[in-house]
């Protein structure tokens, strides 16, 4: 089945508050970020979607896939189901070398070229994670960012799945300016929860959650990608920073005053 749009139709947040916004569709190609304070309804706006809610959750709130009610085949068979969700949760039940295990995905997905798959797989996850990841070592051996660069990785090459769930990629050390710059070459949707105002302001538009409800969307104009730009510039700043730490350089004051000054800034 080829998928051209998920809809999400409003339902309730807490204490039965109505969505306010009752309709969003989203087209292939589409980047939009749920964002809100924490307990706001962020990851259950998201678990709706992952479970194609046909107002059979809490929140009453329906999602349709092309305009009707999901197959039945999306919630009962797996290899059919077009959303990859990568969670903050990594855990895995074996300890398979990561080489391995790409190719058991790529052999069940049926992909031509494994070793090819693989190897464009690879090269995806460690532009996104700061140490390149050995596929000779095992899944557990991995750390959280590694292992959220591999599952995106894999969700986008070898599942090639149309809608990838993203549930706060920053907080495991991916290089999100990175990560948005290779998502957006792919003709799938991306829904990011977020807490990170470079993400959010990049989407195409966002979702903002309050009391467990859906209140208001907020599309990207011009001035915001201005701010964008200038949140890029600090952010790369203490990405760079961070990488001299984690060499093992010792930081002096002129350091950060070049980086500042090459950048329009002033450290003084």
């Known amino acids: 089945m080829r998928i051209e749009e998920l809809r999400i139709l409003g339902g309730v947040g807490k204490n039965n508050q109505p969505d306010l916004v009752e309709d969003i569709t989203l087209k292939m190609g589409d980047v939009i970020s749920i964002v809100g304070p924490t307990g706001s309804g962020k990851t259950t706006l998201i678990d709706d979607i992952a479970l194609f809610a046909h107002r059979n959750t809490p929140t009453n709130r329906s999602v349709l896939i092309n305009g009707a009610t999901a197959p039945e085949e999306f919630m009962?068979?797996?290899?059919r189901n077009p959303i990859a969700f990568i969670t903050q949760h990594t855990?895995?039940?074996?300890?398979?070398?990561?080489?391995?295990?790409?190719?058991?995905?790529?052999?069940?997905?049926?992909?031509?070229?494994?070793?090819?798959v693989i190897e464009e797989t690879l090269d995806f996850a460690n532009q996104l994670t700061g140490e390149p990841i050995n596929p000779v070592n095992g899944m557990t051996e991995l750390s959280g960012g590694q292992t959220r660069a591999l599952l995106i990785?894999?969700?986008?090459?070898?599942?090639n799945s149309p809608i990838i769930l993203l549930d706060e990629i920053e907080n495991a050390g991916i290089h999100r300016t990175k990560a948005?710059?290779?998502?957006?070459?792919?003709?799938?949707?991306?829904?990011?929860?977020?807490?990170?105002?470079?993400?959010?302001?990049?989407?195409?538009?966002?979702v903002v959650m309050q009391n467990g409800a859906m209140v208001k969307t907020i599309d990207a104009h011009d001035e915001e990608l201005v701010v964008a730009e200038?949140?890029?510039?600090?952010?790369?700043?203490?990405?760079?920073?961070?990488?001299?730490?984690?060499?093992?350089?010792?930081?002096?004051?002129?350091?950060?005053?070049?980086?500042?000054?090459?950048?329009?800034?002033?450290?003084?």
Not at 76 to 79: A, G, I, L, V
Not at 181 to 186: H, M, N, P, S
Not at 241 to 256: A, N, P, V, Y
């Open 76 to 79: 009962t068979d797996p290899s």
């Open 91 to 116: 855990n895995f039940l074996s300890d398979l070398p990561v080489n391995e295990f790409l190719e058991i995905h790529a052999s069940i997905r049926r992909r031509e070229n494994i070793a090819s």
């Open 153 to 159: 990785a894999d969700a986008v090459i070898i599942g």
């Open 180 to 206: 948005l710059e290779l998502l957006k070459k792919y003709e799938k949707i991306f829904i990011f929860v977020t807490h990170d105002p470079r993400i959010a302001l990049l989407s195409d538009f966002r």
């Open 230 to 268: 200038e949140i890029k510039k600090l952010d790369d700043l203490i990405l760079h920073f961070r990488k001299l730490i984690r060499d093992g350089q010792r930081l002096e004051r002129s350091m950060l005053e070049e980086r500042l000054s090459a950048l329009g800034y002033s450290g003084k």
